[in-house]
């Protein structure tokens, strides 16, 4: 999350400790994902977080191991539209509102039948949807719940009964063109000691804890 240029969030976390652990100093840049991506493949950013593995982005990013996280995939709906997206099926009859260059799950990102309208941020999403400009839109919970609960339209937007039972595990992603490369075994050993001392646990009572 960035705010006023703070960065902040379950990324930010762990990407301090880590690199407290190796003696390094970060430098943020905030960019759309499919220009991160594009960055990555030219070797101008070091490393990117919450990566889904895909084999196309394997060929310029190195995985690190384990993955620190994992979200899932669901569709987001207006609270008068949900019986309209309660199968995979009524997918062909909606606009459908995702991230440019986004991984979701094989079956959606393979479909070239389904109305997909493309955006390069998140968040131009909820405005999308509030304006009746697509019917759906198809985000990973852990980040779409969030920025659905802080914003205008927490009351006014739900999950879809429809759930496509996918589950995305997230990596630290290093560019194969970065010198940070060679440093491979040593990132994975403080991603697995920093996972190990719970690091999981601290991130659920931080963000997504809640008033009984």
Request: aromatic residues 14%; proline residues 3%.
């Amino acid at each position: 999350m960035a705010t006023q240029g703070e960065f902040k969030g379950i990324d930010i976390d762990l990407l301090n400790q880590l690199a407290q652990m190796q003696g390094l100093k970060i430098q943020y840049i905030q960019c759309p994902w499919a220009r991160c991506l594009l960055m990555m493949q030219t070797g101008e950013l070091d490393l990117m977080t919450g990566i889904a593995w895909r084999e196309e982005r394997a060929q310029y990013i190195h995985y690190l191991s384990p993955p620190y996280y994992h979200c899932n995939t669901r569709f987001y709906i207006r609270n008068e539209d949900k019986a309209k997206l309660q199968q995979s099926s009524d997918l062909y009859n909606l606009r459908i509102g995702m991230v440019r260059g986004s991984a979701y799950y094989f079956e959606f990102d393979n479909d070239t039948k389904l109305n997909k309208h493309i955006v390069t941020q998140e968040n131009t999403l909820l405005f999308l949807l509030s304006a009746k400009r697509i019917d759906t839109y198809i985000g990973t919970d852990c980040q779409a719940d969030y920025e659905l609960s802080l914003s205008r339209w927490h009351n006014q937007f739900t999950k879809a009964a429809f759930e496509p039972e996918n589950s995305t595990l997230l990596y630290l992603g290093i560019s194969k063109k970065s010198p940070f490369y060679k440093q491979e075994q040593l990132f994975n050993q403080s991603i697995e000691q920093i996972i190990n001392n719970g690091f999981f646990s601290k991130v659920q009572q931080q963000y997504y804890q809640t008033s009984p």
